[in-house]
């Protein structure tokens, strides 16, 4: 009985491996037998079959989109600018109690400032933007929103 058994496990292989038909991920022996092969598909439109050492549920990410070369241009233009900000140091000159639990800190250039609140400061040309998250009897802490280059308003120009 183990050695037919192994004869047609052997004749099996043999047929896939050799056979006239190579074998293609657009008709999955999976397929008959119902097993997932989590439908992911590769640029050629065939079938990515699953790889047996990725974790449960896990399938690979979609192929990155094909970037111009203006849009590369554009991207690394706008990474440049980012490395040469230098965000300014915002100067804490002091915290004060404004109630139960509730504290409000001044700072240089902006004002008193507390919790939940929006600042800007305009500095060298660049118009720099935190949100205050938290203001405590230890400190104050904030975190950057943006910076962008500063444009005046002009003349005559209603803003609300």
Partial sequence: MRTATTAVLFLFLAANLFGDEPLSNTASPAEGIGVDTNGVVNESGMEILRDPFWPVGYAPPP??????????????????????????????????????????????????????????????????????????????????????????????VRTQ
């Fill in 63 to 156: 192929p990155e989109p094909e970037v111009t070369e203006e849009q590369a241009e554009k991207i690394e233009v706008a990474q440049a600018t980012q490395a040469k900000i230098q965000w300014p140091a915002l100067l804490l000159k002091g915290i004060t109690r404004a109630g139960p639990d509730r504290y409000m800190a001044i700072v240089e250039g902006v004002g008193l400032v507390e919790t939940g609140q929006t600042i800007s400061l305009h500095k060298s040309d660049m118009l720099y933007t935190w949100k205050i998250d938290e203001v405590s009897a230890r400190g104050v802490r904030f975190s950057r929103l943006e910076a962008r280059p500063y444009q005046p308003l002009t003349a005559g």
